[in-house]
């Protein structure tokens, strides 16, 4: 099992201008090197077998002639490699010099891909030496005996003959840098991977010019592009070169080197081509796109491309960062950015529902826990935004039985501190008269007991928005409705929940976010009491304290929200499978600790979470088919106006059939 994981890798060697015979040896000493680190692509740069910088001399014979000499001793030196590997040479055909990158596999060279764009402007000269290839058509040509029937021409893919997933095509440097690239034409024909054999030169401002085209073009064409560029060997007479290589895929950088680093390293990634083909099914704008640029294409079938290893050994390592947190950035100045946009769109969201119904209050249900912190912050500032008094927004506490002197405190500070209008109503008398009323016992702590108590605060909520003619703000968040960790008809109902789309994860940061910028603004006392919320259990407080503190922990019925939020991403935003999520949760959580119930994750920890997430997943979704409106701040959300249509009686069997084969 792959779990979808493809690695592929970039290397600039060290070389000398013109000696074939030596460059030779770094290429297969380096193709011997990679097969080790079970690369299974592996890309030089640009006319890596003579050099780039050669200028005159591709016009000398003994140079071309040496160059498919030396390509035959690297296919007949590598044959007994299971590592596709393509290098860069010149080729003579029809009284032309082609710019040629060769894939060679087993040691048979399977194809040569010609550049597309040659250029010749400031310092490059090209079209001195090299012919530009614009034709669709795929020939077979031979280059001396040994190397022949390859092969020759743009549009040709290298393809696993298991698994369609895997199918590789290149281009050569500049053919990166103009309008239609040859690898746009590649990817929407089905190429996933995109090779590219450069040499690209360093001037000033360069390498981010250069880091920017791939990232933007692997997200256009939302492919897998490795930049091999040329090392600093090349550098010669007036130009100057770097080895700034990179690896990207839909436009997220997963390796790149340095400037002027030492040669010779590999620059590796493990590549999720389950995650392009997810994207692409998805964007029915990219599959409409492929009329524009049909073509008849060359595909050479090759067995051993797959890889095998990563289901065997959890310990083996992989060249792909899976992060603990998908939602939450792991670059504290990105986070910071991340969380101003966020709360930007939740507060400019409920702006528009604001003005549009000429709303004169809101009404926000205060427990002093995370959720609803957030939710008064972010009402606050769309009340700013409308030029609203935040004394029309009322924040109602209502204690019960479940209340803490800590929660209840701050909630209380907060809404002061927030410069809303405070208003406390016991439910504890209204509760008990309806269990009276439904004959419940008050000392049976079960689901009705819980319940009761979240329908009265909610019918409070809502009788006062009425009487305020303002609106009931939801505080609900993404990990709670796909958990279903809400009353139907209770929590889960408002006239606008702005935290719809904010997974737990996120919302201890934004609410730091805020913390952070109260401190900044001079007022501490907001500052101390965020901070206090944040430190405080997440707990829906229905049951009865114990000696005055919380005695029911959220994390510690349902599991950790950590966890789930994981669990979350990568079933909504990528559609993978129980075992593969398993897979990519052992990666990132094995041997760490939950913080929330200071326990030390192990594989049955996180199987054990990852089945209740599933049955809760499917068993909720009734709660999710009817939730209010809340705008859209993430690439995951559960609306059923939106993102996630699901039927809400439809069952989990496989994936928990699966889950439990694990």
């Known amino acids: 099992m792959n779990y979808g994981f493809f690695r592929v890798a970039s290397v600039s060697p060290s070389l000398s201008v013109a000696d074939c015979n030596f460059n030779s040896k770094q290429i297969i000493e380096l193709v011997k090197k990679a097969q080790d680190k079970k690369i299974k692509l592996l890309v030089f740069p640009e006319l890596s077998i003579c050099a780039y910088t050669c200028a005159d001399l591709f016009t000398q014979k003994t140079l071309q002639e040496e160059c498919y000499i030396v390509l035959k001793n690297i296919c007949e030196e590598t044959k007994n490699c299971n590592i596709l590997f393509c290098v860069g040479l010149p080729v003579e055909l029809d009284s032309e010099r082609f710019n040629c990158a060769a894939f060679v596999f087993k040691g048979k060279v399977l194809a040569l891909i010609p550049k597309s764009f040659i250029p010749n402007y400031s310092e490059f000269y090209e079209s001195r030496w090299f012919a530009s290839f614009s034709e669709n058509t795929v020939k077979q040509i031979s280059l001396c005996k040994g190397l022949e029937d390859i092969p020759f021409g743009t549009d040709i893919f290298i393809q696993d003959e298991n698994d369609s997933s895997i199918k590789i095509s290149a281009e050569l440097c500049e053919d990166l840098w103009v309008p239609f690239s040859p690898s746009t034409r590649h990817a929407l024909n089905g190429a996933?991977?995109?090779?590219?054999?450069?040499?690209?030169?360093?001037?000033?401002?360069k390498a981010e010019y250069r880091r920017i085209l791939v990232t933007g073009h692997s997200a256009k064409t939302v492919s897998a592009y490795i930049y091999a560029n040329a090392s600093h060997d090349e550098s010669s007479t007036d130009m100057i070169f770097s080895g700034h290589s990179i690896i990207a895929a839909n436009g997220a950088i997963k390796a790149e080197s340095g400037l002027f680093e030492?040669?010779?390293?590999?620059?590796?990634a493990d590549i999720d081509l389950e995650k392009l083909t997810q994207d692409r099914i998805k964007s029915t704008t990219f599959s409409r796109s492929t009329s524009f640029a049909k073509s008849e294409y060359k595909t050479i079938f090759v067995s051993g491309l797959q890889q095998e290893h990563f289901a065997d050994n959890i310990d083996e390592q992989l060249y792909e960062k899976i992060d603990l947190h998908p939602f939450v950035p792991s670059d504290i100045q990105k986070r910071k950015e991340r969380c101003f946009s966020i709360i930007e769109m939740q507060s400019e969201g409920l702006a528009k529902r604001l003005r549009h119904i000429h709303a004169q209050g809101?009404?926000?249900?205060?427990?002093?826990?995370?959720?609803?912190?957030?939710?008064?912050?972010?009402?606050?500032?769309?009340?700013?935004?409308?030029?609203?008094?935040?004394?029309?927004?009322?924040s109602i506490t209502m204690p019960a039985f479940g209340t803490t002197d800590r929660t209840f405190n701050n909630a209380c500070l907060l809404a002061k501190e927030m410069g809303t209008t405070l208003k406390e109503i016991n439910i504890k008398d209204a509760v008990i008269q309806h269990f009276k009323d439904i004959g419940q016992d008050i000392n049976t702590h079960d689901v009705t007991y819980e319940n009761c108590q979240a329908r009265e605060r909610t019918q409070v909520l809502m009788d006062f928005a009425n009487k305020c003619n303002g609106i009931v703000i939801g505080t609900g968040d993404l990990s709670e409705l796909a958990l279903g960790w809400c009353t139907y008809n209770g929590d889960q109902m408002s006239m606008y929940g702005v935290n719809s789309s904010i997974p737990k994860t996120l919302v201890r940061h934004l609410v730091s976010w805020f913390a952070d910028e109260a401190f900044e603004k001079g007022n501490k006392n907001l500052s101390d009491v965020l901070n206090d919320i944040l430190a405080t259990p997440v707990s829906p407080e229905l049951l009865p304290p114990s000696e005055g503190k919380i005695s029911q922990k959220t994390e510690e019925i349902v599991g950790p929200y950590e966890l789930h939020d994981f669990f979350l991403y990568y079933v909504l935003r990528w559609g993978f499978s129980p075992r593969k999520i398993y897979f990519l949760a052992q990666k990132a959580f094995l041997g760490k600790e939950d913080k929330a119930t200071k326990t030390i994750y192990t594989k049955e920890i996180i199987l054990k979470w990852l089945k209740n997430f599933y049955k809760r997943f499917f068993s909720q979704q009734f709660k999710r088919s009817c939730m209010p409106d809340g705008a859209k701040v993430g690439t995951v959300n559960l609306s059923p106006r939106g993102d996630w249509r699901m039927p809400s009686d439809a069952s989990a069997q496989i994936w928990i059939k699966e889950i439990e084969k694990c």
């Open 192 to 205: 996933t991977i995109i090779a590219n054999l450069s040499a690209s030169n360093e001037v000033a401002g």
């Open 262 to 268: 030492n040669t010779q390293e590999f620059l590796i």
């Open 362 to 394: 809101a009404v926000i249900g205060l427990s002093g826990g995370l959720d609803s912190t957030l939710a008064l912050l972010v009402c606050a500032r769309a009340f700013d935004k409308c030029n609203i008094s935040r004394e029309k927004i009322f």
